[in-house]
Nanobody, 119 residues
Framework: HVQLVESGGGSVQPGGSLRLSCEFS????????MGWFRQAPGKEREGVGS????GRTIRAEGRATISLDSAKNTLYLQLNSLKPEDTAMYYC?????????????????WGQGTQVTVS
């Protein structure tokens, strides 16, 4: 059973930075994708970036950096130069298997989200 728990959200001033964490467990696939997504009120969910089990990353948001610490079972999202439009609930997701694009994978497992507010 895969579980994902995000943390690190909060309120930050424009121009600031945040690092979000996603602790995961039960991800026993030899190949997998993990991603960060966000959803602002009244808007559709959008991808921020993704990483696969070989460390290949896709960055949909240029100010975001995704990294994975397999020893700690933790996925990170570093967001820099934050803008008010970055305000959203941020979710991490995981999916087993190999996908042509981890950002476009059909994610099955999702965390509960962590709120980021930039104002």
């Amino acid at each position: 059973h895969v579980q994902l728990v995000e943390s690190g959200g909060g309120s930050v001033q424009p121009g600031g930075s945040l690092r979000l964490s996603c602790e995961f467990s039960g991800l026993t696939y030899s190949a997998y994708c993990m991603g960060w997504f966000r959803q602002a009120p009244g808007k559709e969910r959008e991808g921020v970036g993704s990483i696969d089990s070989d460390g290949r990353t896709i960055r949909a948001e240029g100010r975001a950096t995704i990294s994975l610490d397999s020893a700690k079972n933790t996925l990170y999202l570093q967001l820099n130069s934050l803008k008010p439009e970055d305000t959203a609930m941020y979710y991490c997701a995981a999916q087993g298997g190999s996908w042509p694009s981890c950002l476009m994978a059909a994610y099955t497992y999702w965390g509960q989200g962590t709120q980021v507010t930039v104002s």
